[in-house]
């Protein structure tokens, strides 16, 4: 996987995962996350391992994060994208999310997928839109997974 390493001063997106502060994420995703509450921390770490993790930071402060799930060749998840709340407003998020879409290892494919409650308006910045025929798709979710995992 081709590591990036940008930088807008003050901030710097990298993913390149040994600079990603675990306790931090575990922290953000498992308190504050509408969509994973509870995350254990292993269940994350696991999450991260076998993803293409994207940090943002503001010196050595972790103040982002997003993860894709792809094969590279046909589609991509993008998922737990956030910026902490006392960094938005900055024009992190959109940064963040070009960032992801220009990654040369996402170029060419087929489809695109995410979930979201609540930042529609941002991702319509980058092109996406509702499903199209949602009577096609099917999921099969366990809204309290995490809280009966141990």
Same mark, same amino acid.
């Given at each position: 996987m081709t590591e990036i390493n940008i930088y807008k001063a003050p901030y710097a997106i990298s993913t390149d995962k040994?600079?990603?502060?675990?306790?931090?994420?575990?922290?953000?995703?498992?308190?504050?996350?509408?969509?994973?509450?509870?995350?254990?921390k292993t269940t994350l770490q696991n999450a991260i391992d076998h993803s293409l993790c994207f940090g943002v930071y503001d010196?050595?402060?972790?103040? %982002?994060? !997003?993860?894709?799930?792809?094969?590279?060749?046909t589609i991509a998840y993008l998922g737990d994208v956030y910026v902490l709340e006392h960094y938005r407003g900055r024009g992190i998020s959109k940064w963040l999310m070009e960032t992801i879409m220009s990654h040369p290892d996402l170029q060419g494919l087929r489809r695109?997928?995410?979930?979201? %409650?609540? !930042?529609?308006?941002l991702y319509r910045k980058f092109g996406w839109t509702d499903i199209a025929d949602p009577a096609k798709w099917m999921e099969l979710h366990d809204k309290n997974v995490y809280s009966t995992q141990r």
């Open positions: 040994t600079k990603l502060k675990i306790n931090d994420l575990h922290q953000f995703l498992s308190t504050k996350a509408y969509w994973c509450l509870n995350i254990p010196g050595e402060e972790q103040i %982002g994060f !997003a993860r894709v799930i792809s094969d590279f060749s695109w997928i995410l979930l979201t %409650g609540d !930042a529609h308006e």
